[in-house]
């Protein structure tokens, strides 16, 4: 009764008394009737119109729990064998269809959901903290069951995107529209036909980058029998995949010609992405070893590999010769702008994969500036800030911030060694943070030009930058160098637009011009575009990709291992030389001769803050020019500056055991020792053998696959 006289009008009644079975009980007998479909009726137009029963007393029936169909409309085709002939034969229905192939990318499994947080392992760029070895997890090259969880998402995501391109594809092969199409240039539906073969083979790149050899399917399953198949060569995906962008490129519309810009496939996405695959192709990949699934497998190379780079230079050529994209803006600005939902179509962004506000989005949240919050008047967790929280979870190396130039313009927007705290009941203060980790800048909500409100997290509406165009340049200036084996002038200006950007108009004589110019055989070349693309591309997860196919990423672990014990002994060194009690391990290494020790901060009142909400920021102490979390000073004081407080910085890599003293004993961080424990740790650090050892970068084929495959996959690499 209490729930009739609420909510009466409001619609509930009717199924209240249906799901209590009461209906019976309360409708029949009814002597008014009741008004509902016409279920006499012999027509669709009689059987939709309201009708009064009341030539007798309603008697409400078992079957009238349920509403019935009209006959007419049972007589559909299943989705899973829908008529293309209909849906295909106008560029309306298909543009339907093709935006539908866009759903996977941007739904919680996709580029700005699961995908953003997960494939995670660490790099020295893009990395996270392990501290136990009863803790392991992918970044530490040990999935647990939560990350294989969200693997399979990821898994199921990507294939939803390959079939509903797979439908997309067929459906326009078989329309009459694609029959009496010219096939030799740019149209509506040409294009469409091109934007559905270049997001299929994004979707394969994901798997084939992730899995390795994965099922391959070029054509809508008829039939369940049909999806589940074996694995197929992760080279004759990538292959064919390649050969399909070739043969659509010349028959897709440039960025500028679409009205949906760079958030949807486009020609010179297209060139970019056949570059990208063309160099997965020729370069190193993690094979199993099929007589021992329990090995980790070899890095091999295929004979063919420069037909690839020769490939990847040729279509990355195409977008910079074709001139239809710049890097007119800031490098700050780019990301202002992206946090802002402003994508221009001419400027770095090549493809971005479109989110919308309230949607799956962890740019801005798991990525991104750290904005802490806490509970307001009303309990809800909630920044001071309009523009909402994050939570910080997604980090970089505390060393990858220091291998920057500090003359760099884009080091303290990419990595920040701060977070944002609640102050009074309005402002918002940023305070420092002691960590091996920092946090990325480019995904900041406070650049937000509409803030989404206090209480705001996930689901900001930024796009994920799936290629840039200073990707595409420093990818041409790769193929470039391995081609000619070295260098050509060309491969020199496309580094060099990339380094322009990151550096004032007074120091690009010296830091782009001298530094590029002096850069004269391979090895050098090569080596500036590694560390290059570290510095262009923090936090856009490219690295694991870079090193694993330039076969670096063992290389890269080990020295990361090893120097970080060496880093930390070295920073202690420099923190006590002037205290009473020196480091009882002294350990002098140039190569971290400028790395500080220490630093020193005090809060400061904000001026031009990122937003106006922002009350005090830190102020860094500086001694002879050199700032002190830039670099080292020449000697450490045995206290903090009057006025400052001392943060720790490289002195963490190295950690005092608990209740020692005369002499202190001192160990690696656990962060260093469990935080590649997959790879190399205390316990075998002694072995590993960086040349011919593997680094296990491909993540384990989820169980409900396995299962649903039935026996037709297997995992392999020791999973």
């Known amino acids: 009764r209490e729930r009739t006289i609420e909510l009466m009008f409001e619609g509930h009644m009717s199924y209240d008394y249906r799901r209590w079975l009461i209906a019976l009980k309360e409708w029949s007998g009814m002597e008014n009737g009741m008004i509902g479909l016409n279920s006499y009726g012999t027509t669709n137009e009689e059987y939709y119109k309201n009708a009064r029963l009341d030539a007798q007393p309603f008697i409400f029936r078992d079957e009238q729990y349920l509403s019935p169909i009209k006959q007419d409309y049972l007589n559909v085709n299943s989705p899973s064998t829908f008529d293309k002939d209909y849906i295909f034969t106008s560029e309306s229905e298909i543009a339907t269809a093709v935006n539908g192939m866009y759903v996977p990318m941007v739904s919680g499994k996709g580029w700005v959901g699961s995908l953003a947080q997960k494939m995670l392992f660490n790099t020295d760029v893009e990395f996270t903290t392990v501290t136990t070895s009863s803790n392991l997890k992918e970044s530490a090259f040990e999935p647990s069951a939560g990350d294989i969880s969200s693997y399979g998402s990821i898994w199921t995501g990507m294939y939803d995107g390959v079939n509903r391109t797979n439908d997309v594809i067929e459906g326009i092969e078989q329309s009459p529209l694609f029959e009496a199409a010219d096939k030799t240039k740019p149209s509506r539906l040409m294009h469409y036909y091109g934007e559905a073969k270049v997001l299929r083979a994004m979707y394969y790149l994901e798997l084939v980058r992730n899995w390795g050899d994965v099922p391959y399917r070029r054509k809508p399953a008829g039939n369940k029998d049909e999806l589940f198949i074996g694995a197929t060569d992760r080279d004759i995906i990538l292959t064919d995949m390649i050969n399909d962008l070739i043969e659509v490129e010349p ?80 490098f700050r600005q780019v990301w202002v702008d992206e946090c802002s939902w402003i994508v221009p179509v001419n400027d770095d962004n090549i493809f971005d994969v479109p989110a919308k506000v309230g949607g799956s989005g962890e740019l801005g949240y798991s990525w991104g500036t750290y904005i802490v919050s806490q509970k307001n008047s009303e309990g809800q967790n909630a920044s001071n800030a309009p523009h909402g929280y994050s939570s910080g979870g997604s980090k970089l190396a505390l060393t990858y911030m220091l291998s920057f130039d500090n003359k760099d313009l884009r080091r303290d927007l990419t990595c920040e060694m701060f977070r944002y705290e609640n102050s009074g009941m309005t402002n918002i203060v940023q305070k420092p943070i002691a960590a091996l980790t920092v946090y990325c800048g480019k995904w900041n909500r406070l650049f937000m030009a509409t803030p989404l409100g206090s209480t705001s997290n996930k689901g900001t509406g930024i796009n994920y930058t799936y290629m840039r165009y200073a990707d595409v340049l420093l990818m041409y200036a790769e193929a470039a160098n391995e081609n000619h084996n070295g260098p050509t002038p060309q491969a020199k200006e496309a580094l060099k637009k990339v380094r322009n950007r990151a550096f004032a108009a007074e120091d690009q004589p010296e830091m782009v011009d001298t530094y590029v110019d002096k850069l004269t055989s391979k090895e050098d070349f090569f080596d500036a575009i590694v560390k290059e693309r570290a510095w262009e591309f923090g936090g856009e997860k490219h690295r694991r990709y870079d090193l694993a196919r330039w076969n670096l990423y063992g290389k890269t672990l080990y020295n990361l291992y090893f120097d970080w014990i060496t880093l930390g002994k070295v920073a202690r ?100 020792l469990f935080s590649f424990y997959g790879y190399i740790n205390e316990s075998n650090a002694a072995t590993v053998n960086p040349e011919t050892d593997p680094v296990r970068y491909l993540v384990p084929i989820p169980p409900d696959a396995l299962s649903s495959h039935q026996g037709l996959l297997k995992n392999y690499y020791g999973y």
């Open 251 to 330: 028959v897709m519309w440039y960025a500028e010609e679409s009205d949906r810009g760079v958030e949807a496939a486009s020609r010179e996405f297209c060139q970019g992405l056949i570059a990208r695959m063309a160099l997965y192709r020729g370069g190193w990949t993690l094979r199993p070893d099929y007589s021992n699934p329990a090995a980790i497998g070899s890095m091999q190379r295929n004979d063919d590999w420069q037909k690839y780079y020769e490939i990847a230079e040729k279509y990355a050529g195409k977008v910079i010769n074709e001139g239809k994209h710049s890097l007119n803006r800031s």
């Open 573 to 672: 060194t420099k923190q006590y030389e002037n205290t009473t009690t020196a480091f009882e391990e002294p350990t002098y290494d140039e190569r971290f001769e400028s790395y500080p020790a220490v630093a020193y901060y005090k809060m400061v009142d904000a001026v031009n803050p990122a937003a106006v909400c922002v009350s005090q920021t830190i102020d860094w102490y500086k001694e002879g020019g050199k700032n002190s979390y830039d670099e080292a000073f020449e000697s450490y004081p045995s206290k903090a500056p009057t006025g400052y407080t001392l943060i720790n910085m490289c002195n963490q890599y190295c950690t005092q055991v608990k209740n020692t003293s005369n002499p202190r004993q001192w160990v690696p961080a656990p962060a260093v």
